[in-house]
């Protein structure tokens, strides 16, 4: 069993990522802003965390920068759901590193309402590579919600 940090501002979506998560056996923790996030991960590392990029006050890029910016949590696989196109969000992520201070791309990227079967063969894929049900492979490999291609 895995622990899984999903991170979203609307709660019928946390409602719906929690039982999908714990149907596959999974235990599951919720933040509704990247604060609430931030204040899980302070406590126990997940391995996996599902994250919303626009919400408001701390948004997802914000609390995914914190993430790249801790050798404790850079690790540990994102998948980045939104409805926020997945062009878009390249742009927004590019934007966010103009000072020189490149993110690297999350695991995964899947536009909101993402297919719970894909959503959960990725986070299977994730959590097996961060270590939680075998060793970390290929470190940077990218995943998104329409084919699968390492960088």
Same mark, same amino acid.
């Not at 895995?2 to 719906?16: G, I, P, Q, T, Y």
């Given at each position: 069993?895995?622990? !899984?940090?999903?991170?979203?501002? /609307?709660? =019928?979506?946390?409602?719906?990522? #929690?039982?999908?998560?714990?149907?596959?056996?999974?235990?599951?923790?919720?933040?509704?802003?990247?604060? $609430?996030?931030?204040?899980?991960?302070?406590?126990?590392?997940?391995?996996?965390?599902?994250?919303?990029?626009?919400?408001? /006050?701390?948004?997802?890029? +914000?609390?995914?920068?914190? @993430?790249?910016?801790? =050798?404790?949590?850079?690790?540990? *696989? !994102?998948?980045?759901?939104?409805?926020?196109? /997945?062009?878009?969000?390249?742009?927004?992520?590019?934007?966010?590193?103009?000072?020189?201070?490149?993110? *690297? +791309?999350?695991?995964?990227?899947? /536009?909101?309402? *993402?297919? *719970? $079967?894909? @959503?959960?063969? @990725?986070? #299977?894929?994730?959590?097996?590579? =961060?270590?939680?049900?075998?060793?970390?492979?290929?470190?940077?490999?990218?995943?998104?919600?329409?084919?699968?291609?390492?960088?």
């Amino acid at each position: 069993m895995a622990l !899984v940090l999903v991170v979203d501002d /609307e709660l =019928s979506f946390r409602f719906f990522l #929690r039982a999908l998560f714990e149907t596959e056996g999974h235990e599951v923790v919720v933040g509704r802003n990247a604060a $609430e996030g931030i204040a899980h991960l302070k406590k126990r590392k997940p391995d996996l965390i599902t994250l919303d990029v626009m919400m408001p /006050e701390h948004g997802g890029l +914000e609390m995914y920068r914190a @993430l790249n910016a801790e =050798s404790d949590w850079k690790d540990i *696989p !994102v998948i980045m759901l939104s409805g926020v196109g /997945e062009q878009a969000y390249a742009h927004a992520l590019a934007i966010s590193g103009a000072g020189g201070d490149l993110l *690297p +791309e999350p695991y995964a990227y899947i /536009e909101k309402p *993402p297919q *719970p $079967e894909r @959503l959960l063969e @990725l986070a #299977r894929s994730a959590i097996g590579r =961060s270590g939680a049900t075998s060793g970390r492979t290929e470190k940077g490999a990218r995943h998104n919600g329409t084919q699968d291609h390492d960088r």
